[in-house]
């Protein structure tokens, strides 16, 4: 019985070795002897992530061929949710490549300890401000900021300027109109929150706060309720009835719309609001304990290659951090690029998020 | 015995207890103190009483609005009964953010409530009671209908025959062969609401909380872990106490039964109470559990430029979803059926071998181990998900990317249904069958055969029916586990709903709407296989 199970075993490596050799093609042998009994493991590379990890299936086969590596992807819930997975396997990862720690984590991740310095190749191509760990142990992947979107007919039908700004929003001419995310269970829920503490400080942010409450603001738990529910000028939150014009979402939610639209519209339904930005950069790291670290290089070379960076934006709606990648067409007609997003150092954000998150959470929801 | 302790053991307790060691385990040994820390939180206290009240009101409302459901289920014989059976249990399986979404668009701002009556509900705490009403429906008409459409109803004509009133005789005949079915149910709907998860999220809002939400945060979000775990510790308290209680009041009262053949109790309607009672259900279920799902086909249907199909070809499509999925949405319907299959079988065979195990046997060993088979559904789905990737991790157990896992996982949470509604009617089955067989020679195993099969067959499918639409709608643990090549339809939905884009709106609505229509066939095929289908009841 176990004789046989081992014979089958050993057949299926070969047989498995075999395909990813084929796949190669010729000319393209790389540095690893052809062993049929370590094919299967070093030959597949594992990119753990959350669930918005997307890339074009060309673009990946490409990279596959390229490289002899077979790509396996694992995504396992939100992005907080898959990064203290990682943390809690810490040593035993389940994979050799984490993408998706964004700056308002990375102190977590990397007090952990979880991945091994690597400096990808290209990272010199990487726009400089986005590079926050020298000893590059996480290297950045994508940007995306959140931001207020408005509904654009309302504000017509209103005959109403749609706000702009953070001090906007508490004026009177906008009581009632927002709805926002709960920070404590919302990574745009919280990026909304570090954009007054960037803005207003750290003194400065509940008196804000405050003021925002008394203006009527409505905290829903998710994303997925106050965009596609409580939002008027959402597809979505027009099927449900949403009364809210201004919702905390992603500066690429607009040109989402129009590309979602169905006939696509001429223009996207939707605006930001410039001034109320947080930005958000996404991190990818080579896995301490990984099985197939020379792969998990490849991959991390390839996550910061033109090719991968140019495909993104359409894929996970997020820009690239390369200096020279072009935008699609629909980000540069429908999208709007934010100058002067509000920051906040991570080690800042690391010391006192759950802090900040609490104070929040009895200030407004409670 | 040993095969689900085995089962138990290594796919829920070990995991359970080694994310909770995790959390209140450090350097300087067990941190014991963290307990008395947290639970003397005032937040965590609120947490704790919310979580409690609402789980009670919610089982009352249960049982007040689906017991008379359940008597018309199991005497009355009308037109599209099998039908409407499995279309109350298809709540079930619908994710609840999808389930949420519809129940708001009747009970919130500008729903059906507020445009007749100018009520809404959706601040407040009623929402949610009315959708754990909406949810669990099925649990009570299910258990306690399916027993009791095996009650004889001479017994009861017998009493009144001999003197008693209708309602004495109902009290003292039907009433105590119900009891423990109806104490076993309304069990799991106390279960069900005590660890309500996504129904307290989107109708509560942030202000609400229950322990399972708050599990969920502190682990998935703040990984802080020694809060988890004692909030964990307090959810298994809370469950022992209440199977201690439900343990209490079946002894009381078991007592074995005389079960017969549905198909012979059943009968239509006579006399205006009887239809009218008929009538009174049929319209709380068309307007709790029918209208919201209605909603729901409305808006799948509701595509640019008039109603039609236009979202659900999209689902054929792999690159409609922006790349959201390396297969299309729709190969998700058969990666569920499968995993929802296996997990039924897994469910059924630890299940049934449990059950019978604890008809067999008494003890404090064995009512420790019924309580162990509950403890699933009131242990949230992140607590086990993280438990598994700690300590499943090495060969040969390293199933943390096998979809093995996927399986298994939801067969924990079906486990308890199976368990839950074979045991009162195991137990019912008079011993003395079991013994007059033996004495004529019969193995124990040609016993059970012979005596118990034919008795419980129809609670084994009742059980399977459970256990796969549970498998079916499980989104909690399986959101941590499922290969993206191969996302489960809950697990589809929600990645169609975390984008923007009427396209994805409208094809998370379509796909929400297979799933609703997947889980009714299902269970309507369930209820056909059958295998004597002359002694049937329809």
């Known amino acids: 019985m176990s004789t046989t199970k081992k014979i089958a075993g050993a057949a299926l490596a070969a047989a498995i070795g075999v395909t990813t050799l084929s796949a190669c093609g010729g000319g393209d042998a790389k540095d690893k002897p052809a062993g049929a009994s370590d094919a299967p493991k070093s030959k597949t590379v594992t990119l753990v992530s959350h669930d918005s990890f997307n890339v074009t299936d060309t673009v990946l086969k490409e990279f596959e061929q390229q490289s002899g590596y077979t790509v396996k992807v694992l995504k396992s819930g939100d992005a907080g949710a898959a990064l203290n997975q990682e943390i809690l396997t810490k040593g035993s990862p389940r994979g050799d490549v984490f993408f998706g720690v964004d700056n308002t984590l990375l102190s977590r991740a990397l007090d952990n300890g979880i991945f091994t310095p690597y400096e990808a190749k290209g990272l010199g191509e990487v726009k400089p401000e986005y590079v926050l760990d020298k000893e590059h142990r996480v290297t950045p992947v994508d940007s995306g900021d959140i931001c207020v979107n408005y509904d654009k007919q309302y504000f017509a039908d209103k005959k109403l300027a749609p706000p702009q700004t953070l001090d906007d929003l508490i004026k009177p001419e906008y009581k009632n109109l927002l709805v926002t995310e709960n920070a404590a269970t919302s990574s745009p829920g919280l990026g909304f929150l570090l954009a007054s503490v960037g803005k207003y400080g750290e003194d400065g942010w509940k008196d804000y706060w405050s003021k925002l409450k008394a203006n009527g603001v409505e905290v829903v738990d998710g994303w997925e309720q106050a965009y596609n529910e409580r939002f008027s000028g959402s597809a979505g939150g027009k099927k449900a009835k949403g009364d809210r014009p201004l919702v905390v979402s992603y500066a690429s939610s607009p040109p989402v719309e129009v590309l979602y639209g169905e006939p696509k519209p001429a223009e996207a339904p939707t605006g930001v609001s410039t001034g109320t930005c947080f930005r958000q950069v996404e991190f990818a790291g080579l896995l301490k304990g990984a099985k197939n670290e020379e792969g998990g290089k490849a991959l991390l070379d390839f996550l910061v290659s033109k090719k991968f960076q140019e495909d993104m934006p359409l894929q996970m709606f997020v820009n690239p951090v390369v200096k020279d990648a072009k935008l699609p067409e629909l980000f540069t007609q429908h999208g709007v690029v934010i100058e002067k997003p509000e920051n906040v150092a991570p080690q800042t954000i690391a010391k006192n998020r759950d802090q900040w998150v609490k104070a929040w959470s009895s200030l407004v929801v409670k | ?538």
């Open chain 2, 1 to 538: 015995m040993a095969v689900p302790l085995v089962f138990f053991g290594l796919f829920f307790a070990y995991p359970v207890a080694a994310i909770v060691g995790r959390g209140l385990k450090t350097q300087d040994g067990w941190q014991f103190g963290r307990i008395g820390e947290v639970l003397t939180q005032p937040d965590i206290a609120d947490v704790l009483w919310f979580t409690t009240w609402q789980a009670l009101a919610s089982t009352v409302l249960t049982l007040v609005i689906a017991l008379p459901g359940a008597y018309v289920f199991a005497r009355f014989e009308f037109p599209g009964k099998q039908l409407l059976r499995a279309v109350v249990t298809v709540p079930f399986v619908l994710p609840t953010v999808v389930v949420g979404t519809a129940f708001l668009a009747l009970v919130g701002r500008g729903g059906l409530l507020d445009e007749v009556w100018g009520v809404r509900l959706d601040t407040t705490v009623w929402a949610i009671l009315l959708a754990h009403v909406f949810f669990n429906y099925a649990v009570i008409v299910r258990t306690v209908g399916g027993l009791w459409a095996q009650l004889d109803p001479r017994q009861e004509e017998a009493a009144r025959v001999l003197g008693a009133g209708r309602f004495a005789a109902w009290r003292r005949v039907t009433l105590p062969a119900l009891a423990p079915s109806v104490a076993a149910a309304s069990l799991m709907v106390f279960l069900f609401t005590f660890s309500s998860f996504g129904v307290v999220q989107i109708l509560g809002g942030p202000a609400y909380s229950t322990l399972e939400v708050e599990v969920y945060r502190q682990t998935a979000q703040l990984l802080d872990l020694p809060t988890a775990a004692v909030l964990t510790l307090v959810q298994f308290a809370a469950v022992g106490m209440i199977l201690a209680v439900h343990a209490w009041t079946v002894r009381k009262r078991e007592t074995a039964l005389r079960l017969v053949d549905p198909g012979r109790t059943a009968h239509p309607p006579r006399g205006w109470a009887q239809r009218s009672l008929l009538g009174g259900v049929l319209l709380t279920v068309a307007l709790l559990i029918v209208a919201p799902l209605a909603v729901l086909v409305e808006r799948s249907l509701d595509a640019p430029g008039g109603y039609g199909f236009g979202f659900y070809r999209a689902l054929q499509d792999a690159g409609a979803g922006g790349g959201t999925f390396l297969v299309p949405p729709l190969e998700a319907i058969w990666n569920s059926l499968q995993y929802a299959l296996a997990a039924t079988a897994i469910a059924l065979l630890i299940g049934g071998l449990a059950a019978a195990a604890l008809t067999r046997r008494a003890g404090r060993f064995v009512r420790g181990f019924d309580a162990l088979l509950m403890l699933p559904l009131g242990v949230s789905a992140v607590t086990v998900g993280f438990g598994f990737l700690i300590t499943l991790d090495e060969p040969p157990l390293d199933l943390r990317t096998s979809w093995i896992l996927v399986p298994l996982a939801q067969a924990l949470v079906g486990v308890p249904f199976v368990v839950r509604t074979m045991l009162p009617v195991l137990r019912a089955v008079d011993a003395r069958l079991r013994e007059a067989a033996a004495v004529l020679g019969a193995s124990p195993l040609r016993a059970w055969r012979e005596v118990d099969l034919p008795l419980v067959r129809r609670a084994l499918l009742i059980a399977a029916g459970f256990a796969f639409a549970v498998s079916l709608g499980e989104f909690g643990a399986t959101v941590f586990i499922a290969r993206p090549d191969r996302p489960t339809l809950p697990v589809a939905v929600a990645r169609l709903l975390g984008r923007a884009g009427e396209m994805n709106y409208g094809q998370a609505m379509a796909l929400s709407t297979i799933l609703m229509l997947v889980c009714a066939v299902s269970l309507l095929v369930l209820e056909r296989l059958r295998p004597d289908k002359t002694s049937g009841e329809f």
